[in-house]
């Protein structure tokens, strides 16, 4: 089965700009996690979506957003973009994200950059 | 703060030698820990878990240790390749109170593997 893709896969924006990335998870998850990756921070916790609602929120001012669709496909969109926003942004998907011992399985990510 | 962190961000290692990445965490109240490999260009990849009831846990070529009296973690892989040269996470995968576990990562450490 096809694993986690992420369109784009490279984005280039400038400063004041929106920007939306999109996740398709693995056929049959419904739980569609998303993470920032930069050099300075790591891997950062974004928020978790299981059927089409928010279940958690990681510590992003209000300008990081996102959804998810009946079909467990998910958004993430980033508002007025600052420089800071130049990441890798990491989408996962798991079954239900309810269990501690679920695997996550991971795209390759949107390498997003904001000049 | 509660953290997972990484002792060393480098490491290199003669192919054929046994690599030992190590990790300590903060939350003694953690009780699952799971170990990523992160190629360049990819997302991160699920290598081994485990939980806090087990002190030792292998799989193929690779065993997870775990202290909690130290709260210390670490990953040995035995006879290292080259193509286990990427970065390497371990993450703590905590109960958000919201119905979903959430990822906490580690900085990671490059693992170079000299031919």
């Known amino acids: 089965k096809a694993g986690v893709t992420q369109t784009p896969r490279y984005l280039i924006k400038t400063r004041g700009q929106q920007v939306t990335l999109s996740c398709s998870p693995i056929?049959?998850?419904?739980?569609v996690s998303w993470y920032q990756q930069t050099p300075g921070q790591g891997l950062q916790f974004l928020f978790e979506?299981?059927?089409?609602?928010?279940?958690n929120k990681g510590n992003f001012p209000g300008r990081f957003s996102g959804r998810q669709f009946s079909n467990s496909r998910s958004e993430m969109n980033v508002s007025t973009l600052e420089l800071g926003d130049s990441a890798l942004y990491l989408c996962?998907?798991?079954?239900?994200?309810?269990?501690?011992?679920?695997?996550?399985?991971f795209g390759s990510g949107t390498q997003l950059s904001v000049l | 703060g509660e953290s997972v962190g990484l002792h060393l961000p480098t490491l290199s290692v003669q192919e054929g030698d046994n690599s030992i990445i190590n990790c300590a965490y903060s939350n003694s109240a953690s009780d699952y820990f799971i170990w990523y490999k992160q190629e360049s260009g990819k997302g991160p990849q699920f290598i081994i878990d485990?939980?806090?009831?087990?002190d030792k846990r292998q799989g193929q070529r690779v065993t997870v240790l775990l202290n909690k009296t130290v709260k210390h973690l670490s990953l040995q892989i035995a006879a290292t390749q080259p193509g286990d040269s990427a970065v390497y996470f371990c993450?703590?995968?905590?109960?958000?109170?919201?119905?979903?576990?959430?990822?906490?990562f580690g900085k990671g450490t490059k693992l170079s593997v000299i031919p």
């Open positions: 979506y299981f059927s089409e609602t928010q279940r």
């Open positions: 993450a703590e995968n905590r109960n958000s109170g919201a119905g979903s576990y959430q990822l906490t």
């Open positions: 056929s049959g998850h419904r739980s």
């Open positions: 485990i939980r806090s009831n087990m």
């Open positions: 996962a998907s798991s079954s239900t994200g309810a269990s501690a011992n679920e695997k996550l399985f």
